[in-house]
């Protein structure tokens, strides 16, 4: 599976999350999308099920930076 | 990235991750706290006026602290609710997933679960929460309404303004407002605890690395506050009226002043309408005082780095919430026949069990994944 379809997906996942469509991978999870950890897990959970990947650990969550750190943590499992 | 304390000291600020470990490891503590309270209240509440006396005044002194830091632990669990709720359309948008689905599921296996343990007949009133479910439902109500909320001006102090006439009107005659007001959607709780909500939602990394980066001057003199205010707090209690044990219940913000401090009719507690509210408020304000010391003193002192078994439970902290009464319920039973240190040592350890068990992966994952299925069923496409 190509990196451009992870991104898609995360970011996809992200924006039926979050209720936005301004999702862009540039966006920081300090200061522009905060998640509850019950929302990463459900996140985990979707990108889980819609990429067929592993398990994500839910500290890899909290020592990313960007939406773009999260696809490359996912790329890595894909 | 550093900030700057007032005194000019150079503040390190954390990392997200050692942000996500403080807050789980609180979570955490306060997650097997109100596992052991569920577990032993059933035993503490049958402390009445009288027994309390016969504690004897040493005990109660020495055990105020303990009784705070517990009565403090719903407050603080809702602030660090609002801590995690900045991202207000995203918290709205899953509000009924996470909260009022599970809400409206474990109040039907609640009471299924009171008629074949407890004997209680199956009746379910869908708008007042059971034991613990007011806090998914207060969830529900806080998340749907704070992203328009935050922008009301002076909101913190007409929210605390609130949460103190909250204890005056609930379920008063006086105001001749509906007898099920304090149970109803948990309004009630929902209106007390704003502040503490909001409280979180403003706080900042930046202000949690400034209390973390407290002197020990300062930790001394805010524990030594909070140690003598808790005993204070209980002995005011304890002294007026002979209020005792049953005085402090009306800080869970889901009574009226009057039903524990005001005349019971055996001439114990405050005689007169203004003076039960007077007093009322005063020891609502003292206690939310109390409950802001034991934030400081948490915060301060709980680490930011993962530890076995807390950071776990802190994780799972929700999971372990909504399902620990299931467990706790049937086994309550076996408490009540034990001498009382003995069900208090027991109490313990059984909680520390079920922290355990629940906060397992396979158990939170599974919780969390059936909750947002029903969720996803009961929704329309």
């Known amino acids: ?78 | 990235m550093n900030t700057v304390s007032r005194s000019g000291v150079p503040v390190k600020e954390m990392t997200r991750l050692e942000n996500h470990y403080l807050f789980a490891n609180i979570k955490g503590i306060l997650t097997f706290l109100l596992v052991t309270y569920h577990f032993i209240s059933s035993r503490l509440t049958t402390l009445t006026s009288t027994q309390f006396t016969d504690v004897g005044v040493g005990l109660v002194v020495a055990f105020s602290p303990i009784i705070l830091f517990v009565l403090a632990a719903s407050p603080l669990f809702v602030m660090i609710s609002g801590y995690g709720s900045k991202d207000t359309l995203a918290c709205r948008n899953t509000a009924f997933s996470m909260y009022f689905v599970p809400y409206l599921a474990l109040t039907v296996v609640m009471v299924l679960e009171f008629a074949i343990f407890n004997g209680l007949p199956i009746y379910i009133i869908p708008l007042e929460p059971l034991m613990q479910l007011w806090y998914l439902l207060s969830m529900f109500i806080w998340m749907q309404l704070l992203h328009d909320i935050v922008n009301i001006r002076f909101i913190l102090p007409i929210a605390l303004i609130m949460a103190l006439v909250n204890g005056m009107v609930i379920n008063n005659p006086v105001f001749a407002v509906s007898s099920g007001l304090g149970t109803f959607l948990s309004l009630s709780r929902t209106v007390y605890l704003l502040p503490f909500l909001l409280i979180g939602y403003k706080l900042s990394k930046a202000d949690i690395s400034k209390i973390r980066s407290m002197n020990r001057v300062k930790t001394i003199l805010i524990a030594a506050a909070f140690l003598v205010l808790s005993v204070v707090l209980v002995m005011f209690c304890y002294n007026n009226g002979n209020i005792g044990f049953q005085g402090l219940l009306m800080l869970k913000g889901d009574n009226p002043y009057y039903k524990y401090i005001g005349n019971t009719g055996d001439g114990t507690g405050f005689n007169t309408f203004w003076e039960t509210n007077f007093f009322g408020v005063i020891i609502t304000v003292a206690f939310f005082v109390v409950a802001a010391l034991a934030t400081l003193l948490i915060f301060k002192m709980v680490p930011a780095k993962k530890i076995p078994f807390l950071t776990k439970l802190g994780n799972a902290s929700l999971t372990v919430y909504c399902l620990h009464i299931f467990i706790v319920i049937p086994l309550s039973g076996i408490l009540s026949s034990l001498s009382l240190p003995i069900a208090l040592i027991f109490g313990y350890v059984l909680s520390f069990g079920i922290c355990i068990l629940l906060s397992l992966d396979p158990v939170n994952r599974a919780y969390t994944k059936i909750i947002f299925a029903l969720g996803e069923i009961i929704k329309k496409k």
Do not use: H, W
């Open chain 1, 1 to 78: 599976m190509n990196q451009e379809k992870t991104r898609d997906t995360v970011i996809e996942r992200l924006c039926a999350l979050t209720g936005r469509n301004d999702i862009t991978p540039e966006m920081s999870f300090e200061s522009d999308i905060q998640l509850t950890s019950v929302n990463i897990m459900k996140l985990s959970f979707d990108l889980e099920n819609a990429l067929d990947i592993d398990q994500i650990p839910q500290e890899k969550f909290y020592d990313i930076e960007t939406v773009q750190d999260l696809i490359d943590v996912v790329a890595e499992l894909v």
